[in-house]
């Protein structure tokens, strides 16, 4: 074990938490692997890393999260791209809301909604 992998495994300790009631506004750099995450109960869920910029501090960061919670930025990405436009080059607002569960009375899930801010500034 090394630093140099900390930092490519760990995004440098950078990330961007959405829970339920959390938005981020930045840049979706590129889309970096897919895991899969076994919680403390045993169950495992597929996941996938992305590498952003955080329009509020400019700083790179890795967001992590569900492959079910992220389809809709894959949506965003196709959209952006059926009109000539690309994905690491746009600042996109993800809203991360709740709805109810569909098995689990009572409780809540979080879905995401995705939308185009307009063009990324370059440094």
């Given at each position: 074990?090394?630093?140099?992998?900390?930092d490519a495994e760990g995004g440098g300790a950078a990330?961007?938490?959405?829970?339920?009631?959390?938005t981020f506004t930045g840049t979706v750099l590129?889309?970096?692997?897919?895991?899969?995450?076994t919680w403390p109960?045993?169950?495992?869920?597929?996941?996938?890393?992305?590498?952003?910029?955080?329009a509020a501090d400019g700083a790179t960061k890795t967001l992590d999260v569900s492959?079910?919670?992220?389809?809709?930025?894959?949506?965003?990405r196709a959209d952006l791209?059926?009109?000539?436009?690309?994905?690491?080059?746009r600042v996109t607002k993800i809203e991360?809301?709740?709805?109810?569960?569909?098995?689990?009375?009572g409780a809540r899930i979080g879905c995401w909604r995705c939308s185009d801010v307009g063009p990324r500034q370059q440094d």
């Open positions: 074990m090394s630093w140099e992998q900390f990330y961007v938490k959405l829970n339920i009631g959390d590129r889309l970096v692997k897919f895991f899969d995450k109960g045993g169950s495992v869920e597929r996941c996938v890393e992305f590498e952003v910029v955080d492959v079910r919670r992220a389809s809709p930025l894959n949506r965003h791209e059926s009109r000539g436009l690309h994905l690491d080059q991360c809301y709740a709805e109810n569960h569909p098995t689990r009375p």
